[in-house]
């Protein structure tokens, strides 16, 4: 069975802190069939929503890296509690690519020409998971349009740390 990919999810910065930190992802308890699919060497395209830097007006949502799944989705010894949020299951990832703080692939302009939002006019109503399942011709678009702006990992972490410790809680 060959790898799947998928959009990732997050709406909050310390979330994406944490996953960036911590080379981890944490799911909610709510039962997501995409979230139990999840299987080791599935790519995760990382995307920041508009609302996670605290300035949807300002903010875009951004696909800011690449991951791959290193381990599968089991119950965490300790859930991980974020933004008041309890996380109870998770799963490894190895962090490949991220951009710099504030920059990556603008998804809005591109839904038209994705096939995993096939009513661009209520496009991000199928943002309010952690998972979106995408084509391989939707990841070969993303991840081509991610490459040039996305480098190491451990260039921009630190500015996407910064912001996540400036935040208030």
């Known amino acids: 069975m060959s790898a799947s990919t998928y959009l990732l999810i997050l709406g909050e910065v310390r979330a994406i ?3 960036l930190s911590e080379s981890r992802m944490a799911f909610p308890r709510t039962p997501r069939s995409e979230v139990n699919q999840l299987a080791v060497g599935d790519e995760l395209l990382i ?4 609302g996670a830097f605290g300035n949807p007006t300002r903010d875009r949502g951004r696909v800011i890296g690449r991951a791959t799944v290193i381990s599968t989705v089991t119950e965490l ?3 991980v509690e974020i933004a008041r949020r309890e996380f ?25 020409y994705l096939d995993a939002f096939p009513d661009p006019k209520v496009w991000s109503v199928r943002l309010r998971r952690p998972l979106l399942r995408l084509s391989e011709r ?19 972490l630190g500015s996407y740390l910064d912001r996540a410790a400036a935040r208030p809680t």
């Open 17 to 19: 802190a944490w996953v």
């Open 47 to 50: 995307y920041a929503t508009r």
């Open 77 to 79: 010894d300790e859930p």
């Open 88 to 112: 109870p299951r998770g799963c490894a990832l190895s962090i490949d690519a991220l951009a710099p703080f504030r920059s990556g692939v603008e998804l809005q302009p591109l839904v038209e």
């Open 138 to 156: 939707d990841a070969n678009l993303l991840r081509e349009a991610l490459r040039p702006m996305a480098g190491s990992p451990d260039e921009h």
